[in-house]
């Protein structure tokens, strides 16, 4: 959908439903005795910093989702948090509507929305890799119906097959490493077709793709550079600031700081131009929400240190999982002679039977996670033209 479908919205915020933030003042005025005389503004304050902390929290693993970090559906999840926190923050400046327009907040708020701007980019990027994973799955598709488990015996042909789709594979995801710059069939971004594109737009890749110059982000676009710039300047309102904002200065702080996690994490797991994970995040331990964040981004780190995820395309769990069983199974045809040995062949089905569960489970999730950061895109679009527009009908 192009942006433009989101202009001139006649009541800002009013198409955001009430009811998640509802319930978190409920919940919070029934179990916090100490804020039974306050206000309804501090309820409502309060109950979105508790409930992005049990948000975080919950993706930290103290859920009991049993989501594994940077897995597929985990990254689904990471996003849902997102579009809540974006929901209600977009709840709270409706209801606080009179307020939005006065300085300092009308400031933080306009830098809000740029950043949030910054972030339409980093979405394009990570579409364009979600493509480029799917391009690896068709290999792995091949792989797999080529070796399948259920066949009696593996023949000459059949191991062929397969080796040919492993080595198109490894180059795919070698470019990917060697490029930096995504290869993908569709080079635009959300909601805009790929109309008047010509030749000089792409060049023929030896191992057959077209690269993208490209549609979604440009050929010099950073994504290491993009997240320092939705981070410059970002730190934790000062206590004049809360204090002239009505104590809505943090609200902005905690969406700023939600918008930049997200941003970073999808960096981390998915395939992008200059991917960098060198992000810092300035968060004061006293915010509810700061442990769950920081340790979830300590744990990323940790990851990407390791030696086998140094030079990965992505952090993503199926991308490691295609590398590593990818690799055991090239080792394993490029030795085979036939008749293939029992042992062999039992080593090689045990690695297709690996890869075939990875291949089941990005073919059910890649299309969900791409309508998930489709609508973080068009959210994002939506919140800023309404919350330009409260801006406008309120002046200070």
């Known amino acids: ?20 933030l509802s319930i978190r003042r409920d919940q919070v005025h029934s179990m916090d005795s100490h804020h039974e005389h306050g206000s309804g503004q501090e309820r409502e304050l309060d109950g979105f910093q ?60 306009a830098e809000f929305f740029e950043r949030s701007v910054k972030a339409l980019d980093v979405c394009n990027a990570i579409r364009d890799g979600i493509e480029q994973v799917r391009q690896w799955h ?21 191991l062929r097959r397969a080796k040919k789709a492993l080595a198109d594979l490894a180059i795919g995801m070698l470019d990917e490493k060697d490029s930096g710059s995504v290869l993908s069939h569709r080079h635009r971004s959300f909601g805009r077709n790929n109309h008047g594109s010509s030749s000089k737009d792409h060049h ?30 970002l730190s934790a309102p000062r206590g004049n600031e809360i204090v002239a904002s009505n104590g809505l200065a943090v609200p902005v702080f905690t969406m700023n700081s939600v918008l930049l996690f997200v941003m970073w994490a999808l960096v981390a797991a998915i395939p992008c131009q200059d991917r960098g994970l060198q ?36 952090l993503l769990k199926e991308i490691h999982q295609i590398e590593k069983y990818s690799r055991q199974l090239c080792e394993l045809t490029d030795t085979a002679q036939f008749p293939l040995s029992v042992e062999k062949e039992m080593e090689i089905r045990h690695v297709v039977g690996e890869l075939t ?6 073919k059910e999730e890649l299309d969900l996670l791409e309508r998930q950061v489709r609508e973080v895109f068009h959210r994002i679009i939506r919140s800023r033209t309404e919350g330009l527009d409260c801006l406008s009908h309120h002046p200070e």
């Open 1 to 20: 959908m192009p942006a433009t479908d989101y202009q001139g919205s006649s009541s800002p915020f009013a198409s955001i439903g009430r009811s998640i």
């Open 50 to 109: 508790r409930h992005a902390a049990d948000l975080l929290h919950d993706l930290a693993g103290g859920g009991g989702g049993g989501e594994e970090l940077l897995s597929l559906p985990w990254i689904r999840k990471l996003l849902n948090v997102f579009l809540i926190c974006q929901e209600e923050f977009c709840l709270i400046l409706f209801n606080n509507r009179t307020h939005v327009a006065r300085a300092p907040l009308d400031r933080l708020i």
């Open 138 to 158: 068709k290999h792995l598709e091949i792989i797999t119906v080529a070796l399948d488990p259920r066949l009696r015996t593996i023949g000459e042909g059949q």
């Open 204 to 233: 023929r890749h030896p191992g057959g793709h077209f690269r993208s110059l490209s549609w979604s982000v440009s050929r010099s676009w950073s994504a290491a550079r993009q997240l320092q710039a939705i981070g410059n300047n």
């Open 279 to 314: 992000t810092h995040f300035s968060i004061p331990r006293s915010f509810l929400w700061a442990a769950p964040l920081l340790s979830i981004h300590d744990r990323i780190m940790e990851e990407s240190k390791k030696r086998d995820r140094r030079n990965s395309n992505g």
């Open 357 to 362: 569960q990875v291949c089941n489970t990005m």
